[in-house]
């Protein structure tokens, strides 16, 4: 018998039972269903004041600014003479900024402990070199076009990088800035877990600062912070000092891009977990029901090679759930993000999400593949097994009992159940990258991670079932 | 308890389809009743009413004048055997029926009895899932005995026998009918019944066809014909239809003449130089009779093939 | 009672009997361990007080075995029904209530003793491996404790008879396995992606696994969204539901 034939046999036998294409309609419809009720039961608890970058993104802009005005061209020099080690990502460094307010346009050069020098323009990195303190800094402006550089002596400049700053007006702030992101603080042990942050203060020494071009007399002192932020206001605010033309500059936070970690994409897919309480009972009864009724003597007359039967089994009903799961992904994704916007997950801190930007399209089908994956499991599973129930109940514990275990249990612990077990794939319907800040444990991992552990499960299923099958009597 | 079924007026419908529609019969002591009818016909959906597994929507089946529900241990008052694939296959053919010997007070000793009575004591700890068909249809009558029942109830108890089997079954309704009991065997094939059963009750389409004796049926169906073989069948067939008779082919060389007395039939053929070897009354089996009153009853008839 | 005999030869004589009793005290033992020797009290920071509930620890098995429990309780009616062995149960005792009654007994026991060796053994075995990894721990047996291990097993006993209740009402072993499952153990997941506390809460009170595993706590019980008695008499409300309408489809329909 032809694999051809074959795979007709099996979509015969799948569409000749109303039940299942009945389950498989009620996948559909309890995944969009469920996804609502998820999004609807959602807000965030992220307070207002967050800085919005030019191109609408949400951002952090937090740091203690030294600064005068400018007009027109020119360009700044400073030394940065010493920087306290407060974090590897703390910057202290020379800015050129419309306007010292949080969320406006910038190009700055910096260097951090970590060991670069760091160029950035609208909270986007534009290039770094290595570098650390004592190090000079120069910054051209020209226009909009902003060039950096750095320099050992003072004389011989390398450049960095070069941006242009869209829309910059003729009179822009300059200066020097300090910043130092906090500490990640991240508690979970067994049965709490507690997501921190601990503000830290960055400190340094600029000398040798000089300005040319029509530049205003004096320097001004601005804190740059979001409002809340820290409980104690003097281990955030920063400060200026200045001695014989030596600035000692505190400053705490960051700058760059802050998007929230929580990811509105996969909330609004998530309904795919009543999906599969659905479908991975069909995987598994659409191949334990020919050994109940003994069916499966006269599939294995028909096709004594076997293993193809099983294999042909996977592709119509992976091929029907991939279908099936891919527009009800597309439709949940389409009724949730309004709902989500509804409930406060809307710009600038969640900006809308388009099923055009590539990772946005990824979860999505994402969360296809992984119902089709999970169904595949649970036919391998019940083809190894042979009998429906102890499939069922492996399949479905092993996926969703990590998933709540992995949120009380230390971050390393969590993880590994991520790796380990096919509920890492629910990291598959992830836009945002992977993150620890989360409650869920499988935004620890990547997407692609996610894929390779349920595939893995699936293959390896499916493969020991094909086996088996050949092996054993009937 | 009066070893008897009778069933009134009985009306069960599933769904839109009516299964079984005013039906009424009586089984009495001492007696097997053999229960036939066409697939579809009803058989096996009375049967599960008269022991309270679907309630009726109209009418009643009662057992020994009382409703199988309010039995106190049914088992020893009703033996069954319905659907002899009811049984899990990883259970031991012998604790298939302890359980059930358990559950009524039958003790434990009448499972080695009646697996001895069925043949079936070799493989007593044998599990039920490798038992072939003819296996399990013996358990499921063993099952049926366990109590000692004085009624008892079986659909196509000789389904999967093989002729050995088909012989010692004839015999056991026989002898189960001997001691005074009540028994109900449905079936859709005709010679088993034929030297079994005294009593017919034959339905189609959920209704009752006809109620009545073996020898009535075979008595009705009969009907006055005569057998005739000759080795010139082809001119007999003229001669006897131009004498006003109907007359069918039948086998190799025979004639089965209705409509014309056997002495008619002898003097036409002789007139006309024909003969003859045989001359007798038509003795009707069960299987034509039954044809013949069911044939407007068939739900699940076959296309013709032509011979 | 001789249907309590009929039922309990029914379940001895299955295969899978045994392996699934097995089964409830191989996971309830070994995950406690697990959970155990994964926390050592250098992790700890400040050893005189861990703040860890390690009773609750200890029995951390029964996210898992609470499954075998749901399959143990499904089977009861699943196996009849799918191979049509209901038929002659119901001829063997027309009696319908009293098949339920027997049947629920027999997955009550079946139940119970594997769940309480299996428990005290996980109690044991964590308590030993807790004391090796460095941490002081309370009295073994305190009123906090043996609530906590007694209710353990109590789960285990609803969980069961919960899905007793739902495969008399639903007959097919696929579908009330994957009913009951979903029941228990999509509200937990569902909770991790519901950010609004008001919803959080709701789901967690009245969810039959968050609310019956409250039972299990013996410190921080203010940081519970329910009470332990209370929680587990949701889940036993959960599971007079589930038998009564079993009870209700078992009686009313045909068989």
Known sequence: MSFRHLLRAEWTKLRSVSRWLLALAAAAVFTVAFSVLASSAGTTNFEGGVAVSPDGKPVADDFHFVHKPLAGDGSLVARVAEQDNTHADAMAGIMVKNGATRGASYASVAVTPGGDVRMMADFRDVDARTGTAPRWL??????????TYDSADGSTWREIGRAELAGLPATVEVGMFVTSPGELIVQRSAGSTGVGERPTSGRATFADVRVDGAAGPAWASDDLVRPGFGKDPASVSGSTREAAGRFTVTG??????????DDTVQIGLFGTLAGLLVLVPLGVVYITSEYRRGL?????????ARAPVLAAKAVVLGGLTFAIGLAAALVAFFVTQPILRDHGFKPPMFPEQSLTEPRVLRAVIGAAVFLTLLTLLGLGAGAVM???????????????????VGSVVPVAAARTLMLITPAGGFAMQRAKPATEWLVEPWSMIGPWAGFAVLGTYAAVALVAGGWLMRRRDA | MEPSIEVRELRKRYGSTTAVDNLSFTVSPGQVCGFVGPNGAGKSTTMRVILGLDAPDAGHAHVGGQPYRTL?????????????????????????????????GIPARRVGEVLDLVGLAPVARRRVGGFSLGMRQRLGIAAALLGDPPVLLFDEPVNGLDPEGIVWIRGLLRGLAADGRAVLVSSHLMGELEDTADHLVVVGRGRLVVDTTVSGLLAAASGGRVDVRTSRRAEALTVLANAGATVAVTGLDGLTVTDLPAEAISAALTTAGLPFSQLSPHRATLEEAYMELTRGSVEFGAAEVSA | MNVLRAEWTKARTLQSTPWLLIGLVALTVTVGALAAASLHVRDCADPADCGEDFAKLSLAGLWLSQAVAVVIGVLAFGNEYGTRMITLT???VPGRLRVLAGKATVVLVLVLAAAVPGVVAAYALARTIFTRNGFPLPDAVTAASVRAAGGTVLYLALVALLALGVSALVRDTSGALSAVLALLYATPALALVVSDPTWQERLQRFSPLTAGMAIQATTNLDALPIGPWRGLGVLAAWTAAALVAGAVSFLARDA
Do not use: K, Y
């Open chain 1, 252 to 261: 705490s936070g960051s700058i760059g891009l802050n998007e929230p970690p």
């Open chain 1, 386 to 404: 042979r009998r429906g129930a102890p499939a069922i109940a492996a399949v479905i514990t092993l996926t969703l009992v990590p998933t709540f």
């Open chain 1, 296 to 304: 499966i003597r006269t599939t294995f007359a028909a096709a004594p």
């Open chain 2, 72 to 104: 106190r241990r049914p088992l020893t008052q009703v033996g069954a055997l319905l659907d002899a694939a009811a049984v899990h296959p990883g259970r031991r053919a012998r604790d298939h029926l302890l359980w059930m010997a358990h559950s009524n």
């Open chain 1, 138 to 147: 120069r910054l051209d402006r020209s226009g909009t076009r902003v060039t």
């Open chain 3, 90 to 92: 119901v001829a063997a």
